[in-house]
């Protein structure tokens, strides 16, 4: 069984939902530290020629959780809704999708919340059947954490993102007896750098085929 974990990105990427679809348990971690300059708070929408941020407006303190920094502003959500009806409206499937992620894009207690809901709808409109778990406090060693995490839900494979390759200490993954990969990813040209929802909007169910994913040996 393989296990994967990331971060409760903001309508994530493409290669966000491949490592989910991909995985038989996927760890979401809302208690990972917040890493300014990612994409926990903001994505690229539109097309790869022509895209816009999207950001969610926030207050945080330095060294916070994800789950314990703020929306700054809830009544700015209502201009990110705003902008993702106009980017996408006239998109094929915007009808099928577009209504029930807008009912999704809402302020939570923290910027978590609200990613986790997003999450959630998209997980489902996707058609991904992944079982999705929340990870506890990290201990500072991500390591031994992502194998502790691997076992404990009964998984013998862990997949990693590219990044992996400079932090990951596989010898302790090794000797556990838990294979390790790294994800690889083919996305359609014009949405390799923007949000899940472009595709989801043009080919609806028939997502997967813009989108593959390769894991790939160290």
């Known amino acids: ?10 309508l994530p990427y493409p290669g966000f939902w491949l490592k989910m679809d991909g995985a038989d348990r996927f760890g979401l971690m809302p208690k990972a530290q917040f890493s300014k300059g990612g994409h926990i708070n903001r994505v690229q929408i539109g097309y790869d020629e022509k895209k816009s941020w999207l950001t969610v407006p926030m207050v945080r303190k330095f060294g916070q959780k994800i789950d314990q920094v703020q929306v700054s502003d809830p009544r700015k959500i209502e201009g990110l809704r705003k902008s993702v009806e106009h980017t996408y409206s006239k998109k094929k499937y915007w009808h099928l999708y577009g209504p029930k992620i807008l009912g999704s894009l809402v302020p939570g207690e923290n910027l978590a919340d609200l990613n986790l809901e997003l999450i959630r709808t998209l997980k489902e409109v996707l058609g991904i059947e992944t079982v999705t778990v929340e990870m506890p406090e ?7 954490d992502l194998l502790d995490w691997t076992l404990e839900q009964g998984c013998d494979t862990y997949i990693s993102g590219s990044a992996g390759r400079s932090y990951l200490n596989t010898q302790i993954f090794e000797e556990a007896g838990v294979s390790v990969y790294y994800q690889g990813c083919e996305i359609a040209e014009g949405y390799k750098t923007v949000s899940i929802l472009s595709i989801l909007m043009d080919f609806g169910p028939d997502w997967r085929a813009q989108c593959r994913q390769t894991l790939l040996e160290d």
């Open 1 to 10: 069984m393989i296990f994967t974990a990331h971060q409760p990105n903001f």
């Open 138 to 144: 990290n201990s500072g060693d991500p390591s031994k």
